[in-house]
């Protein structure tokens, strides 16, 4: 997978409005947190929408509404909307920014500021920094989901969307102004032909005994995969996101920087991993990383811990084969993790200030709460999207992974969705902030200059609270 970065930003009027991968899992940029090296899990059939630009695409109605999004697969949803809906009677007017180099957020804020006709009427945020837009500055844009027509409290409950992405998207006043139409839960992703090298089982039942629950448990998994030659993650990264997604508390607590006691606790476990070898050491989104998938690594790697969009366009893309046989392809499960957590994710908002809310809220509607055949949700779960034979997705609403089939290839046929759907509810989303991008950017490289011996732990917290000090608005004690 080729890093892709747009170095340019410009702004092109072009005659059609982009088409979204969608459920053929070509774009996976939503799913990207924006702290991580920018939009790597994307795959090069994607690379249009890395350039920062202006689309206008025409539905043939006469009145227009605004769509603001980082990648085209937003916009794409919403074209497969229309044309279920051919009477809907609205132009789609489409800006698409990358968030490559953060292009994106001082835009999209200049545009709510600005307001008037060409304001956005429905605009999008990924987990890196949406509760800018639901609770923190910007939020004062977004419109409360009950104000579009919508029946909250019954479709959350008809649609069994998971508690972490509901208390994301509620802004302080209680109102629900954004839901994602993914689920980002994410479950342990592991390699079955080591597990049988090692346990003499692939089971994902089994394997969720061997690696947790806990990092006690986990750990003395490594010690039994590191005496038969094997790693049991790839790097440190590879366990992160499961330690942020999974504290209590956020890096900010009452206006001053906070370090919950299980994310100070990463130093340890990277510094474990490490000392003890338990890993190949690399970064996550570098090409030693992506070796591992393909079991090309200094040594044999059992997984990654991660949601389905990292299987589907991060890991497959990445695995040395297309069909099962070929590289790792087909040698993969998914388990229990040992903590819940989830990671990534693209959260939908309306403006309080539209003037076609009805409108604005079908189509909100019909991407994150329609649990029918006929929306979003369904398509998306079952790789229909885009006709038959697409890429299957975890998806927002539980009700439709339980009704769907989840089995792929990938996994050995595994039904992915019998993981998944418990994950979403492990995760937690109290545990976020609008200024997790830039903390995390710093937590990460101070945690890394522990682990190599160049700084002691103390100097590491230290020289992580002066950067926060430094460069944000929060107090340090």
């Given amino acids: 997978m080729k890093k892709l970065i747009a170095s340019i930003l410009c702004a092109c009027m072009i005659s059609s409005l982009l088409i979204g991968c969608g459920g053929d899992g070509g774009n996976a940029a939503t799913n990207e947190p924006a702290n991580e090296p920018a939009n790597e899990t994307e795959t090069d059939d994607a690379a249009t929408t890395e350039q920062a630009a202006d689309s206008t695409g025409s539905t043939g109605g006469g009145e227009v509404i605004n769509v603001w999004a980082f990648t085209d697969e937003v916009p794409g949803m919403i074209e497969k909307y229309i044309e279920a809906h051919p009477d809907f009677g609205y132009e789609i007017n489409t800006t698409i920014i990358a968030t490559t180099d953060g292009a994106y957020q001082p835009a999209l804020d200049q545009a709510l500021a600005a307001g008037g006709a060409d304001a956005p009427d429905i605009y999008c945020a990924e987990a890196a920094f949406v509760l800018k837009y639901t609770?923190?500055?910007?939020?004062?844009?977004?419109?409360?989901?009950?104000?579009?027509?919508?029946?909250?409290?019954?479709?959350?409950?008809?649609?069994?969307?998971?508690?972490?992405?509901?208390?994301?998207?509620?802004?302080?006043?209680?109102?629900?102004?954004?839901?994602?139409?993914?689920?980002?839960?994410?479950?342990?992703?592991?390699?079955?032909?080591?597990?049988?090298?090692?346990?003499?089982?692939?089971?994902?039942?089994?394997?969720?005994?061997?690696?947790?629950?806990?990092?006690?448990?986990?750990?003395?998994?490594?010690?039994?995969?590191?005496?038969?030659?094997?790693?049991?993650?790839?790097?440190?990264?590879?366990?992160?996101?499961?330690?942020?997604?999974?504290?209590?508390?956020?890096?900010?607590?009452?206006?001053?920087?906070?370090?919950?006691?299980?994310?100070?606790?990463?130093?340890?476990?990277?510094?474990?991993?490490?000392?003890?070898?338990?890993?190949?050491?690399?970064?996550?989104?570098?090409?030693?990383?992506?070796?591992?998938?393909?079991?090309?690594?200094?040594?044999?790697?059992?997984?990654?811990?991660?949601?389905?969009?990292?299987?589907?366009?991060?890991?497959?893309?990445?695995?040395?084969?297309?069909?099962?046989?070929?590289?790792?392809?087909?040698?993969?499960?998914?388990?229990?993790?040992?903590?819940?957590?989830?990671?990534?994710?693209?959260?939908?908002?309306?403006?309080?200030?539209?003037?076609?809310?009805?409108?604005?809220?079908?189509?909100?509607?019909?991407?994150?709460?329609?649990?029918?055949?006929?929306?979003?949700?369904?398509?998306?779960?079952?790789?229909?999207l885009n006709g038959e034979g697409g890429t299957k997705d975890a998806v927002a609403s539980g009700t439709v992974m339980s009704t769907s089939d989840g089995s792929v290839d990938f996994l050995g046929g595994q039904n992915m969705f019998e993981a998944f759907v418990p994950a979403n509810q492990f995760a937690k989303g109290t545990n976020l902030t609008q200024y997790d991008e830039t903390i995390n950017t710093y937590w990460r490289d101070q945690v890394r200059e522990y682990t190599a011996g160049n700084k002691s732990r103390e100097q590491a917290i230290a020289d992580f609270k002066q950067q926060v000090a430094d460069n944000l608005d929060v107090i340090v004690e």
């Avoid at 790697?301 to 991660?306: A, D, E, P, V």
């Fill in 135 to 384: 609770q923190g500055d910007a939020s004062q844009y977004a419109m409360p989901y009950a104000d579009l027509g919508i029946d909250v409290p019954a479709a959350l409950e008809a649609a069994d969307i998971a508690q972490y992405t509901v208390d994301i998207g509620t802004n302080g006043d209680g109102n629900l102004v954004a839901l994602g139409y993914q689920a980002t839960g994410g479950a342990f992703i592991y390699r079955r032909s080591i597990a049988q090298d090692v346990w003499g089982t692939d089971d994902p039942a089994e394997i969720a005994k061997k690696v947790g629950p806990g990092w006690d448990q986990f750990f003395t998994a490594a010690e039994e995969l590191k005496a038969k030659g094997y790693g049991i993650v790839s790097g440190d990264g590879d366990i992160w996101h499961a330690v942020e997604n999974s504290s209590d508390a956020g890096w900010i607590v009452d206006g001053k920087l906070n370090i919950d006691p299980k994310r100070e606790e990463f130093l340890d476990l990277s510094k474990k991993l490490k000392d003890n070898g338990y890993h190949n050491d690399t970064q996550d989104w570098q090409d030693a990383w992506f070796a591992d998938m393909k079991g090309e690594g200094e040594k044999g790697i059992l997984g990654f811990f991660g949601p389905a969009w990292l299987i589907n366009y991060t890991m497959a893309p990445n695995c040395g084969g297309e069909a099962v046989g070929e590289g790792t392809y087909g040698d993969w499960a998914v388990c229990e993790p040992p903590i819940g957590f989830f990671w990534g994710g693209t959260w939908i908002m309306a403006n309080k200030d539209t003037q076609k809310a009805e409108a604005v809220g079908d189509i909100i509607e019909w991407i994150t709460l329609d649990c029918t055949e006929d929306g979003l949700q369904y398509k998306w779960a079952n790789g229909t």
